[in-house]
């Protein structure tokens, strides 16, 4: 048995630490030996992506920056294991760690959130009804391509920082509306006034978005084994197909992908994938549905599929 106390990697912002909180009252719920023994520790490090503010990640190296300093802890043994959003995590993980676990997804959709002033949205066309001109804020080339790509007369600056952040630098007017994922604004239990959930058909999620991932070293079973005890099969399933897609895009930083899987009421997996152009002149959208068990398949299928009709120099 290794020694307590187990010692957890996390990033320092609201929600971050939100999800690691989460994860282990799950895993003190499953092992309730371990509450009243001080059996974790938390272990707070800054990224690479939390300091880095001035700048999209995609041209400082992406998504993989907010995990990169965390798994440096990992492999040299100064946590044994650490808390990530699952769509935060680069699609190969570093030699020595591997992703063992996946807890339940909580609501992967989009919001769109208007700023003071802005009138009020239409729910049943949100994009359509934003005003011409608006300047929208945001940092992801996902949802400014998916934007631009029916709106293209829209401004679109970027805007980083974690949930509230963003949130008060809209109240400030460096942008008159924003987009953000609704799985942080339900944990943090935010609702910004005149918010509007998107269709993921109309705008189609980041893969792993609304996921907690949590990642080992390689050689350490123990922990493995607990963690598998504790996974949700059903974000297991999705997210393989998700992340299996994104392997098969082979996409750079700077390519604007989406990715969303569902398991519908017979038990099958469906899954959707987007490919586009930051500017939204492309856009390629496709669905694939399967066994569950094949989620893997499903997606590296739709991966290939999406990537031989695509330009080849949006994957540059």
């Known amino acids: ?71 440096e802890a990992l492999l040299d043994g100064r946590i044994d294991f650490a808390v990530h959003s699952l769509k935060d995590l680069e699609t190969e993980m570093p030699p020595g760690v591997v992703l063992a676990c996946t807890l339940k997804r909580e609501d992967s959709r989009d919001v769109l959130i208007p700023g003071p002033g802005m009138p009020p949205l239409d729910p049943s066309d949100p994009i359509g009804s934003i005003p011409a001109g608006t300047r929208l804020g945001t940092a992801s080339l996902r949802r400014q391509a998916q934007v631009l790509h029916v709106r293209p007369d829209l401004e679109v600056g970027m805007i980083r920082g974690n949930v509230q952040t963003r949130l008060r630098k809209l109240a400030e007017g460096e942008s008159d509306a924003t987009l953000l994922a609704l799985a942080g604004l339900k944990r943090m239990d935010l609702t910004p006034e005149g918010m509007v959930i998107l269709d993921p058909d109309a705008m189609v999620p980041a893969a792993g978005q609304g996921i907690i991932g949590v990642t080992v070293r390689a050689e350490d079973t123990e922990l493995h084994e607990l963690l598998g005890a504790i996974e949700d099969r059903e974000a297991r399933a999705v997210s393989r197909a998700e992340r299996a897609m994104l392997a098969a895009l082979d996409g750079s930083c700077r390519t604007p992908i989406g990715g969303h899987a569902r398991l519908l009421p017979d038990g099958r997996l469906h899954l959707t994938g987007l490919v586009a152009r930051p500017d939204g002149s492309f856009l390629l959208k496709r669905s694939l549905h399967g066994p569950a068990a094949d989620a893997e398949a499903i997606g590296e299928e739709l991966g290939r599929s999406l990537r031989a009709d695509s330009p080849a120099d949006i994957f540059g």
């Open 1 to 71: 048995m290794r020694s307590l106390p187990l010692r957890v990697g996390t990033r320092g912002s609201p929600l971050a630490l939100w999800q690691t909180r989460c994860f282990l009252g799950m895993v003190l719920h499953f092992c309730p030996v371990l509450r009243n023994i001080n059996a974790f520790e938390e272990h707070v490090i800054q990224t690479s992506g939390d300091r880095i503010q001035d700048k999209r990640l995609a041209d400082v190296g992406g998504k993989g920056l907010f995990a990169k300093e965390i798994h």
